[in-house]
Nanobody, 122 residues
Framework: QVHVAESGGGLVQPGGSLRLTCSVP????????MDWYRQAPGSERELVAR??????????IYGDSVKGRFTISRGAAKNTVYLQMNSLKPEDGGVYYC?????????????WGQGTRVTVSS
């Protein structure tokens, strides 16, 4: 099985910042897109940010509620992305999940992490 490693969650005060990291083993070939989703208690999982790893110049996608505050970016290592979260609000709290997708020939890849919890509270 493929392990999706997530880290960086924790407790932060409103207005503070956190950086989440997601990494898929570099031996995995064909990862095209990596996403961050989040889920709060009683709510459906929602897309936070998406980055295309294969198409140069493709714009990243952000959920409306985080535009201007969150930034997704590639790490130096293969299959690694960061989510920089600034100006955090209590409603940003929840479990953040990393999703990596792509293709190996005709085989579709769809890998999920276990989640990392973010709590925004004073």
């Amino acid at each position: 099985q493929v392990h999706v490693a997530e880290s960086g969650g924790g407790l932060v005060q409103p207005g503070g910042s956190l950086r989440l990291t997601c990494s898929v083993p570099p031996t995995v070939f064909g990862i095209n897109v990596m996403d961050w989703y989040r889920q709060a208690p009683g709510s459906e999982r929602e897309l936070v940010a998406r980055i295309n790893l294969m198409t140069s110049g493709a714009p990243s996608i952000y959920g409306d509620s985080v535009k201007g505050r969150f930034t997704i970016s590639r790490g130096a290592a293969k299959n690694t992305v960061y989510l920089q979260m600034n100006s955090l609000k209590p409603e940003d709290g929840g479990v953040y999940y990393c999703n990596a997708r792509g293709w190996q020939g005709t085989r579709h890849l769809d890998y999920w992490g276990q989640g990392t919890r973010v709590t925004v509270s004073s």
